[in-house]
């Protein structure tokens, strides 16, 4: 689920007071929260797919596990439409600036990294409950990384946006998915168009 808005300031609020050194993971969680990137998918980005000049983010591939669990680092993204670039809002900027004066040289010029190797989604999430519990005092049962990218989704939709665009911005291989997942009609919604319908039809 979606983050409801008053959560995701008072978490917004927290990554911002809180240094790198002191929650290291704290720009993935709002990479996730305000670009709507895969867990995945931010764990590879390389400082190849950072553009400050342009503002945009090229999302290029991700990093998944194999079947014995060992985590792998894809050349590709999970979908084909999910190869995409993004622009990279004015807030945002500050937070990839940040993160790559933190980054420490590696293989793979990864952004974000645990002593050079690759970091566990379980290790965030953990991490993120805990966050969620102790220092939000905020019920972390069922928080996950997951429900950053789907609280941007919504708030993309609750602002307006065309589910087309959407579809672009998350990498959705249709725009089904999409719909099925954000656009939402409420039994009030659907009163006012049946109503608009019906001062069209007696207007004729």
């Given amino acids: ?14 990554l911002n007071k809180v240094s790198i050194e002191e929650q290291t993971y704290k720009n993935i969680f709002l990479i996730q929260m305000y670009m709507g990137l895969r867990i995945g998918e931010v764990l590879a980005l390389s400082k190849e797919n950072i553009d400050l000049k342009k503002k945009v983010l090229y999302v290029k591939r991700t990093l998944t596990n194999d079947k014995e669990f060992a985590i792998i680092l894809g050349n ?13 809002s004015e807030f945002l900027t500050p937070i990839f600036e940040e993160q790559l004066k933190y980054t420490n040289e590696n293989l793979h010029n990864l952004i974000f990294t645990n002593n050079d190797s690759y970091i566990r989604t379980s290790a965030i999430n953990e991490e993120l409950k805990r966050i969620f519990k102790e220092e939000l005092k905020v019920n972390s049962k069922d928080i996950s990384t997951h429900c950053l990218r789907h609280t941007y989704g919504t708030r993309c939709i ?47």
């Fill in 76 to 88: 590709k993204t999970k979908t084909y439409s999910g190869n995409r670039t993004l622009p990279i």
């Fill in 158 to 204: 609750e602002a307006g946006m065309k589910p087309k665009t959407l579809q672009m911005l998350l990498g959705h291989s249709n725009i089904g998915i999409t719909m099925n997942l954000y656009v939402h009609t409420t039994e009030e919604e659907k009163k006012k168009e049946m109503d608009l319908v019906a001062e069209a039809l007696m207007a004729m």
């Fill in 1 to 14: 689920e979606a983050l409801e808005i008053n959560v995701q300031k008072a978490f917004t609020e927290y």
